[in-house]
């Protein structure tokens, strides 16, 4: 039977080499002049292929919909596609939080390992080509329209991605074509996406990266939705870095509610010991203006910030500061503020929450309950998950069993 996949993204890859593998002939039709252009840029470009965690821990790390994939991933896991890379040539290796990368530290060989393949598997790739819709007759998958041209199908595997990243080529076109064959879409938001701030003074901190810090996001009421150790950076609009995207997949009402943020500069140190540190510095340069006396704590970018929030006049002695002064400051180290506006825009994010509702799909077949012949695979579909290699997982499991299932009478 003639299967087309739409996207030859990481989702639609794998699909066609499933489907291939059980006799179908199979067409990928990818609108970039190459495939995978996204997943090249994944992980800052080396590619977090997946994650090792088990089951529960995958499934602890999925965002919206855990329960869809709960059949898809059990026949496809993180083992199944390290090995279906390691098999194609690619060694990998598991990181800090069980990352898992190419060895190479290269995307590129991801690419190369997934590309070869597809092509050992005789599908027919055709680059530089868009597919404008998909077409139905009789109540079921027809074809394909390219340009002018109408293209014949008995089933067709959607894998255009999100909307997120749109110059990789997911521009949304999926929704519009799924939209079209009756099926409703949980409106597209970005989801690990960096923040705006309120606070100016970001940017004069824009490119400084805290390491070993706390950070932690109180919604309005005052109650914290998310705190983390790890990494995190101000650029010029607010802050990014890997602690601020996995927040921000916590942070679901951003249109409604406003959110708070505090850092803790220093969590190595319970306020006690932070205490005596601040005392001890003080006392080292005691004879000094306070402006002089943070060196040994903060970052030099970081001390006129700290100053000017700290409310303690710059050239005040430090011998002349009071212990609530030194507490105002202890305050800023333990708990440093910074007040969210907005999110930044749905292209920058990684993922794109929301998209086909799984309601409408059989997480057994990935096949669409509302237009028999038509497929789901990747993040067309609204499943989203955590940093840490989870999104590419759920592009993995949901592209094998639609791969493996599309025009099978029986796949459980
Ligand atoms: C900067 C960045 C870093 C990331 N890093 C990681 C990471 O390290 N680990 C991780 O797990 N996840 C990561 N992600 C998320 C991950 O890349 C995605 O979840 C994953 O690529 C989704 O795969 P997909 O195949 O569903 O969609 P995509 O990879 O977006 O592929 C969709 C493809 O469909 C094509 N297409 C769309 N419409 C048409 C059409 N009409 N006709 C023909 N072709 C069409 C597009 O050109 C595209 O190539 C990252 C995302 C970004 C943006």
Known sequence: MRVAVIGGGAAGQLAAIKAAENGHRVTIFEQNEKLGKKLFITGKGRCNVTNAADREGFFRHVVRNPRFLYSAYAHFDSAAIMQLIETAGVPLKIERGQRVFPVSDHSSDILKALEKTVRSRGVDVRLNTRVSEILTNGGRISGVRVGETVEPFEAVILATGGISYPSTGST???????????????????SLVPFETEETWCESLSGLTLKNVTLTVYNIKGKEVYSELGEMLFTHFG????????ASAHMRHMDSRKYRLEIDLKPGLDEKKLDARLLRDFEKYANREF????????????????????????????????REQRMRLLRLFKAFPVSVSGKRPIDEAIVTAGGVNPKEVNPRTMESKLMPGLYFAGEVLDLDAYTGGFNLQIAWSTAHTAGQAVLKEEYQ
């Open 172 to 190: 949304g076109d999926g929704y519009r074509f799924a939209q079209a064959l009756g099926h409703t879409i949980v409106p597209p938001k970005g």
């Open 239 to 246: 802050v990014s870095g890997p602690l601020v995207l996995s």
């Open 291 to 322: 402006k002089n006396a943070l060196v040994d704590l903060a970052g030099q970018s970081m001390i006129p910030v700290l100053i000017d929030l700290s409310g303690i006049p710059e050239d005040t002695k430090v011998h002349d500061i009071t």
